[in-house]
């Protein structure tokens, strides 16, 4: 058993005041809970989720497949991004063991499917699968390469001995669905020593990985990485409001950290206007200034950035002809509008019903009309998604826009409502301190917080690839 490293999975069954010092030295891996179907935060989950902050960690929904599985992925992805994540290292989890109340297996795989490229848009890799063998069987069709070769998080264990005893764990490996031939963890116990790691409860879930710890570290990105012997030089973080200035994981990327006004920090890379400061982390380079003799670079202009064609959805030309496989591009095509915006942005002559054509026709949707961010790096390979910004403030917005960045930007369509009916809108420019937009419903320019006033709630965007 020793031969397979160990984790646990925590909840808010584990209780509070977790000793996550003794967890990280007991464990490999920890997987937490994070949310239930679209609407459930786990109690716990911030705490757990910040107290293992540099291990090995997986954040996990437990879906209710009788709901929308577009709309829990999204939850997910939105509930751990305002905890805090770096998708370099951190994973997601589907926790598939709910009965599917009496969905057919080919539609209970869909909606699996539907979470999973979801999942994959925004983080770059499909999330790991949770479940046990009799309960895939019974509830789903594993035919897919997608579900076949999945990273596999099976359950298998003993039989629960009575209170106070603790369980054995069960060897490796776990029972396997008919179908799949290989498994990635192995949940070996439901009743282990949950002291002994740091939990307050007494019992605990246990884990073991199907590989080496140097297997385990590089499936969650923690591989031995060469480093520069010399910085190119150094930079002063410059007095901005609010005296603070975001560290990403990559440029325009997760925000992971801050820097304060003042701060001194060494540049190991220069790209694109922005600062690689250390192992995955990144600054932007307007924001800084040398401390050595050599002039900084003259900033970027303001105003407008995009001068293309501003395309409206409802236009009579391509309203009524159907987005994808499901609605129509006028109903519901307000994102595709933006992106065809963006695509004459890097020079591609493009407008909504081609390039609707294009994503219909090479598996650029899922689930008949949801728009693939990645997709278009197959049409256009100089164009790169470069993934996206979670409850970004104007600041942030016009910085990106004033950078070259064409921010594709969900709103809220009505703000008279309780309820948030989304919309896209793209940030073309900037003026005083507003955000100037092409609104694909109406196909015109204004200012956001003229038209859209509330927040926005995530933005979409490109960079230009090198060939």
């Known amino acids: ?74 939850y997910l992805i939105d509930i751990v991004t305002q905890a805090g994540v770096d998708w370099k ?5 589907l926790d598939l063991e709910l009965s599917g109340h009496g969905l057919s297996k080919a539609e209970v795989s869909r909606r699996v499917l539907v979470m999973m490229e979801r999942i994959k848009d925004v983080t770059g890799r499909y999330p790991i699968l949770y479940s046990r063998k009799y309960w895939l069987q019974d509830n789903m069709l594993l035919t897919d390469p997608r579900l076949i070769n999945a990273d596999w998080w099976l359950a298998y264990y003993r039989t629960a001995l009575p209170y106070p005893l603790y369980t054995p764990e069960m060897s490796p ?133 995009y001068f293309g064609p501003v395309y409206n959805q409802r236009d009579i030309r391509w309203a009524s002809h159907p987005l994808g496989t499901k609605s129509t591009i006028g109903a519901n095509g307000c994102l595709m509008t933006c992106a065809s915006m963006v695509c004459n942005y890097f020079g591609h002559a493009s407008n909504p019903l081609q390039l609707n054509q294009w994503l219909t026709d090479n598996q650029g949707y899922l689930d008949g009309n949801l728009f693939l961010w990645a997709a278009i790096e197959r049409l256009y390979p100089d164009m790169k998604f470069n993934g996206f910004v979670y409850s970004p403030t104007t600041a942030q917005i016009r910085a990106a826009i004033i950078a070259g960045v064409l921010p594709i930007m969900y709103v809220d369509f009505d703000d008279s409502t309780p309820l948030i009916e989304m919309h896209w809108v793209l940030g073309i420019g900037v003026t005083g301190t507003d955000v100037i937009i092409a609104d694909p419903w109406t196909g015109t320019i204004g200012k956001l917080s003229e038209m859209y006033p509330k927040q926005v709630i995530r933005y979409g965007s490109y960079s230009r690839r090198a060939l």
């Open 89 to 93: 290292y951190d994973r997601l989890v």
């Open 173 to 305: 490996p776990p029972l396997l669905p008919t179908g799949v031939n290989k498994w990635l963890f192995h949940q070996t116990c439901e009743k282990g020593k949950g002291r002994e790691v740091g939990v307050g409860s007494y019992y605990v879930d246990q884990n073991r990985f199907n590989g080496t710890i140097a297997e385990l570290n590089a499936f969650f990105g923690r591989t031995e990485e060469a480093t520069d012997p010399e910085p190119l030089y150094s930079v002063r973080v410059n007095n901005i409001a609010p005296d603070r200035l975001n560290v990403r994981n990559a440029p325009n990327g997760t925000i992971i950290g801050k820097l304060q006004s003042g701060d001194i920090v060494p540049v190991w890379q220069v790209q694109n206007g922005w600062l690689r400061i250390g192992d995955g982390k990144w600054i932007a380079e307007r924001y800084t200034t040398r401390v050595d003799d050599t002039p900084p670079t003259p900033p970027v202009s303001t105003g407008y950035v």
């Open 1 to 74: 058993m020793t031969n397979y490293p160990y984790g646990i999975d925590i909840s808010h069954w584990q209780g509070t005041g977790l000793d996550y010092n003794r967890m990280k030295a007991n464990t490999s891996f920890v997987f937490v809970k994070a949310t239930e179907s679209w609407g459930y935060t786990d109690p716990t989950f911030y705490a757990n989720w910040t107290g293992l902050v540099g291990h090995n960690r997986g954040a996990y929904c437990y879906v209710w497949l009788s709901d929308d599985p577009l709309r829990q992925a999204n």
